[in-house]
């Protein structure tokens, strides 16, 4: 098993930054991959970055060019770097842990961007 822990969310104003950060305990041997998840009020969870083992990363449409995804594997910790943020990126984010055995996702950490 594979526990996530997020921390990093709170209150920004419209076209701040907020650093998330996550560390994974537990059966990390097993990682093949890291990301964030975010759940809009009312919306669906989606997935907005990944990072893989080797560094690549992907981002959903909304977040690319104003989030940027690392990790340091020596820690099994990933971060999500958020510039520009607006309104409608709002919503409680997770972090989401891919490995052997499937699957684990945090707690969540709320992010509210004020208008």
């Known amino acids: 098993q594979v526990q996530p822990v997020e921390s990093g969310g709170g209150l920004v104003e419209t076209g701040g930054s907020l650093r998330l950060s996550c560390k994974a305990s537990?059966?990390?041997?097993?990682?093949?991959?890291m990301g964030w998840n975010r759940q809009a009020p009312g919306k669906q969870r989606e997935l907005i970055a990944t990072i893989t083992n080797g560094g690549m990363t992907n981002y959903a449409d909304s977040v690319k060019g104003r989030f940027t995804i690392s990790r340091d594997n020596a820690k099994n910790t990933v971060y999500l770097q958020m510039n520009g943020l607006k309104p409608e990126d709002t919503g409680v984010y997770y972090c989401e842990v891919q490995y052997s055995l499937g699957r684990a996702w945090g707690q969540g950490t709320l992010v509210t961007v004020s208008s």
């Open positions: 537990g059966s990390v041997f097993g990682i093949n991959a």
